[in-house]
């Protein structure tokens, strides 16, 4: 072993570049940087217009003088559909709620599509549509319009679920992913990484057994009372892509530096040791309970205590606040006292999760 | 989760840092041999934090970056065959083979299966007789018992539509690499404990002697890190090259015997050639001749299949240890985790990602 003759060293050698620009793959749909390049090379092109330019999770328009209107549409595909904490139905009046509470509006009404695969049990069906009636009474708001189809079986997942939902934005109100300020705080209003966990462990694949609850929730009411108590720049709910993600979109939309604390940014132990084993980053896992908000330091403690005394914001906190530069990035002070990038997720690190 | 708190406290972190400040007086070039510990390095800003005396250079434990273009095309023209259902770990979806990865093959239609572990793979095969299931079975020692158990479990359940296509690699091969090497700069090695926990360090000693070099089995976590680089920065200031053990809550002198013994029982020692760096001699795993009815590449067909890589980036420098991840003119501009040019760039494990990650604007 220790007279080996030497090795042959070939010099410099490499692939070549995967750009994946001629096929759909699952990292496109995984809410990172994949899915931002097709965004922008597929859809904005051919769809362009100021409101969809703006970037945030609901679009928002004004038909007349007195009424802007949020407007917003998920599509839920999440396997298994049901899972501990919650099921395809909460999940899917859940996600369009809140991306459209994240403009700063009322909730008002949603529609359902349903796509149905040939051999659904029919108990199964019901179980999701009374979950998602459930779910639509929290939040307050009405499913006005719905529309079904059936594939074959074999050409769809067991269902899927795609919502659409509209807000009315109150008076005084701005609320966007590019009004982040410098001196801003940044909120998280509580710990991060269920979600993505309870799904993956409901998969039965992790190999070992986890008592993780997904924190599917309607945040319109946690939304309405942050806005009673102070100003605020920017409400973001980070969902696919995780935190990292969802602080890098903003950082970049509001050219801006976002700065947060490790220690502040809270994970579950049974989350995190869940992560550790999987060689996961919790700041990556996907939320669908959690918001971040952005505000005005003199709003700070108003609003904390208003988050503190609605049921999805009592453990709230700040996690960092927003400088002039490095413009577009997400910084992390460590616990040790050095400073590292947190960075946007790229393409697809875990199965698909909703 | 006690595991974990306790090895990352910020004040013993301090305090580490402290006495090697104290200990150092000159400038040494240390090597941290694994992957996991570059990104922990990078993930902590621990670079930032050491003696400006210390100069840490990455080394080639990453187990996705050094699989050979060639398995990585054996694997895509497996996994495009109908009759198989391929299974991988996660992180060898992304690699490039010569045109295209595992996902593509994938989403072209064919069944690639992310799995946690080796032991799923058979369980899929248990439960789909009509179809050929297979593993790419990569990596370092430490990934070896679990993927031979998958075989000698295979051949205890008289499974015929198994197999492994293998492409392991070892430490210390690639270690007298390195250290031949003419260019070679590291005075000092970081040991991966993970690997250490199969095989134990008994290996390590010819390498300590006959190039004078310290080398200390070190963890994962940032104390271990640390305790790791203030032994191997005594040991130089001393004089000394001796294999001493920082991670002595999970590493044997031994090691798992166990585990070494199954290893032996299904594989045996070859050349094999490494991504970026080239062929090293008897730096591989590949079955022996009474486990080829379980060799992927046989049951294939696929084990004359050629592939030769474009000269483009720097990954094999960077996997010696010669260039860091900023030297390269392609980092962050043409080469991304989302268009990686090169396999270190690829893996969660990859010196290139681990600095694109967490500090490609800060230095």
């Given at each position: 072993?220790s007279?080996?003759?030497?090795?042959?060293?070939?010099?410099p050698?490499?692939?070549?570049s995967?750009?994946?620009?001629?096929?759909?793959?699952?990292?496109?749909?995984?809410?990172?940087t994949?899915?931002?390049?097709?965004?922008?090379?597929?859809?904005?092109?051919?769809?362009?217009?100021?409101?969809?330019?703006?970037?945030?999770?609901?679009?928002?328009?004004?038909?007349?003088?007195?009424?802007?209107?949020?407007?917003?549409?998920?599509?839920?595909?999440?396997?298994?559909?049901?899972?501990?904490?919650?099921?395809?139905?909460r999940?899917?009046?859940?996600?369009?709620?809140?991306?459209?509470?994240?403009?700063?509006?009322?909730?008002?009404?949603?529609?359902?599509?349903?796509i149905l695969?040939?051999?659904?049990?029919?108990?199964?069906?019901?179980?999701?549509?009374?979950?998602?009636?459930?779910?639509?009474a929290?939040?307050?708001?009405?499913?006005?319009?719905?529309?079904?189809?059936?594939?074959?079986?074999?050409?769809?997942?067991?269902?899927?679920?795609?919502?659409?939902?509209?807000?009315?934005?109150?008076?005084?109100?701005?609320?966007?992913?590019?009004?982040?300020?410098?001196?801003?705080?940044?909120?998280?209003?509580?710990?991060?990484g269920?979600?993505?966990?309870?799904?993956?462990?409901?998969?039965?694949?992790?190999g070992?057994?986890?008592?993780?609850?997904?924190?599917?929730?309607?945040l319109?009411?946690?939304?309405?009372?942050?806005?009673?108590?102070?100003?605020?720049?920017?409400?973001?709910?980070?969902?696919?892509?995780?935190?990292?993600?969802?602080?890098?979109?903003?950082?970049?939309?509001?050219?801006?530096?976002?700065?947060?604390?490790?220690?502040?940014?809270?994970?579950?132990?049974?989350v995190?040791?869940?992560?550790?084993?999987?060689?996961?980053?919790p700041?990556?896992?996907?939320?669908?309970?959690?918001?971040i908000?952005?505000?005005?330091?003199?709003?700070?403690?108003?609003?904390?205590?208003?988050?503190?005394?609605?049921?999805?914001?009592?453990?709230?906190?700040?996690?960092?606040?927003?400088?002039?530069?490095?413009?577009?990035?997400?910084?992390?002070?460590?616990?040790?006292?050095?400073?590292?990038?947190?960075?946007?997720?790229?393409?697809?690190?875990?199965?698909?999760?909703? | 989760?006690?595991?974990?708190?306790?090895?990352?406290?910020?004040?013993?972190?301090?305090g580490?840092l402290?006495?090697?400040?104290?200990?150092?007086?000159?400038?040494?070039?240390?090597?941290?041999?694994?992957?996991?510990?570059?990104?922990?390095?990078?993930?902590?800003?621990?670079?930032?934090?050491?003696?400006?005396e210390?100069?840490?250079?990455?080394?080639?434990?990453?187990?996705?970056?050094?699989t050979?273009?060639?398995?990585?095309?054996?694997?895509?023209?497996?996994?495009?065959?109908?009759e198989?259902?391929?299974?991988?770990?996660?992180?060898?979806?992304?690699?490039?083979?010569?045109?295209?990865?595992?996902?593509?093959?994938?989403?072209?239609?064919?069944?690639?299966?992310?799995?946690?572990?080796?032991?799923?793979?058979v369980?899929?095969?248990?439960?789909?007789?009509?179809?050929?299931?297979?593993?790419?079975?990569?990596?370092?020692?430490?990934?070896?018992?679990?993927n031979?158990?998958?075989?000698?479990?295979a051949?205890?359940?008289?499974?015929?539509?198994?197999?492994?296509?293998?492409?392991?690699?070892?430490?210390?091969?690639?270690?007298?690499?390195?250290?031949?090497?003419?260019?070679?700069?590291?005075?000092?090695?970081?040991?991966?404990?993970?690997?250490?926990?199969?095989?134990?360090?008994w290996?390590?000693?010819?390498?300590?002697?006959?190039?004078?070099?310290?080398?200390?089995?070190?963890?994962?976590?940032?104390?271990?890190?640390?305790?790791?680089?203030?032994?191997?920065?005594?040991?130089?200031?001393?004089?000394?090259?001796?294999v001493?053990?920082?991670?002595?809550?999970?590493?044997?002198?031994?090691?798992?015997?166990?585990?070494?013994?199954?290893?032996?029982?299904?594989?045996?020692?070859?050349?094999?050639?490494?991504?970026?760096?080239g062929?090293?001699?008897?730096?591989?795993?590949?079955?022996?001749?009474?486990?080829?009815?379980?060799?992927?590449?046989?049951r294939?067909?696929?084990?004359?299949?050629?592939?030769?890589?474009?000269?483009?980036?720097?990954?094999?420098?960077?996997?010696?240890g010669?260039?860091?991840?900023?030297?390269?003119?392609?980092?962050?501009?043409?080469?991304?985790?989302?268009?990686?040019?090169?396999?270190?760039?690829?893996?969660?494990?990859?010196?290139?990602?681990?600095?694109?990650?967490?500090?490609?604007?800060?230095?």
């Amino acid at each position: 072993m220790s007279d080996q003759p030497l090795p042959v060293m070939q010099g410099p050698v490499c692939p070549l570049s995967l750009a994946h620009q001629t096929q759909i793959v699952i990292g496109h749909g995984s809410g990172g940087t994949m899915s931002h390049d097709l965004i922008t090379r597929i859809f904005l092109p051919a769809f362009d217009n100021p409101t969809l330019r703006a970037n945030d999770d609901a679009g928002v328009v004004q038909p007349n003088q007195v009424t802007r209107l949020a407007i917003s549409t998920d599509s839920h595909v999440v396997w298994p559909i049901f899972f501990p904490g919650g099921d395809i139905g909460r999940l899917a009046i859940c996600g369009t709620v809140n991306d459209v509470a994240m403009s700063g509006a009322t909730p008002l009404y949603l529609t359902a599509g349903f796509i149905l695969e040939e051999g659904l049990e029919m108990v199964v069906l019901n179980k999701v549509v009374a979950s998602m009636q459930l779910a639509a009474a929290e939040a307050g708001v009405h499913i006005i319009a719905g529309d079904t189809k059936v594939v074959q079986k074999g050409k769809a997942d067991g269902l899927y679920i795609n919502t659409s939902g509209v807000g009315i934005i109150r008076d005084g109100v701005n609320i966007s992913g590019a009004e982040a300020r410098p001196g801003d705080m940044v909120i998280l209003s509580g710990p991060i990484g269920n979600h993505g966990m309870a799904v993956l462990a409901a998969r039965g694949e992790l190999g070992f057994q986890a008592d993780i609850q997904s924190d599917v929730a309607p945040l319109n009411h946690l939304v309405a009372a942050m806005l009673d108590a102070g100003q605020v720049h920017v409400l973001r709910d980070p969902t696919r892509g995780g935190l990292a993600t969802s602080l890098n979109e903003i950082a970049r939309q509001s050219q801006v530096c976002i700065t947060i604390q490790e220690n502040s940014v809270q994970v579950q132990p049974t989350v995190n040791a869940a992560c550790e084993m999987l060689g996961f980053d919790p700041l990556y896992i996907a939320n669908e309970g959690k918001l971040i908000a952005i505000i005005p330091p003199g709003d700070v403690k108003a609003i904390i205590e208003a988050m503190h005394a609605t049921r999805y914001g009592e453990e709230a906190v700040v996690i960092g606040e927003v400088q002039q530069a490095p413009q577009g990035r997400v910084l992390m002070k460590t616990n040790f006292g050095s400073t590292r990038i947190v960075d946007m997720l790229a393409g697809e690190i875990l199965p698909r999760i909703c | 989760m006690k595991y974990l708190t306790e090895f990352r406290n910020p004040e013993l972190v301090h305090g580490l840092l402290e006495e090697i400040r104290r200990t150092i007086t000159q400038p040494w070039v240390i090597m941290e041999i694994c992957g996991g510990q570059t990104h922990a390095i990078m993930r902590n800003g621990l670079d930032q934090l050491l003696p400006s005396e210390i100069e840490l250079v990455h080394g080639p434990g990453c187990p996705v970056c050094v699989t050979p273009i060639e398995q990585i095309d054996k694997a895509q023209a497996i996994a495009s065959r109908p009759e198989v259902i391929f299974t991988s770990y996660g992180d060898m979806m992304r690699v490039p083979g010569s045109d295209r990865d595992l996902f593509s093959v994938r989403a072209a239609g064919g069944d690639v299966r992310v799995v946690y572990s080796p032991l799923d793979a058979v369980k899929i095969a248990q439960e789909n007789p009509e179809r050929q299931v297979v593993f790419f079975a990569i990596g370092f020692e430490t990934t070896a018992p679990a993927n031979v158990m998958s075989v000698l479990q295979a051949k205890t359940l008289g499974l015929q539509n198994y197999s492994v296509l293998v492409s392991h690699v070892r430490v210390p091969p690639a270690m007298h690499a390195i250290l031949s090497s003419p260019g070679n700069r590291v005075q000092g090695f970081l040991a991966a404990g993970h690997v250490c926990t199969v095989m134990g360090y008994w290996e390590y000693a010819p390498i300590a002697q006959k190039y004078h070099v310290p080398i200390v089995v070190t963890g994962f976590e940032p104390l271990d890190i640390l305790q790791g680089l203030l032994m191997t920065v005594h040991q130089l200031e001393e004089k000394r090259a001796e294999v001493e053990n920082a991670y002595p809550r999970l590493v044997t002198f031994e090691g798992n015997r166990s585990a070494q013994n199954i290893i032996n029982q299904v594989f045996l020692e070859c050349d094999r050639k490494w991504r970026g760096i080239g062929s090293i001699p008897a730096s591989g795993w590949c079955l022996r001749p009474e486990y080829a009815d379980y060799d992927a590449e046989i049951r294939f067909s696929v084990a004359e299949m050629k592939s030769t890589e474009s000269p483009i980036c720097i990954a094999g420098q960077i996997l010696q240890g010669l260039c860091k991840p900023i030297d390269c003119p392609a980092f962050g501009s043409q080469c991304t985790p989302e268009h990686p040019l090169g396999a270190t760039m690829v893996s969660s494990e990859g010196a290139c990602a681990a600095y694109y990650t967490y500090s490609r604007r800060l230095s």
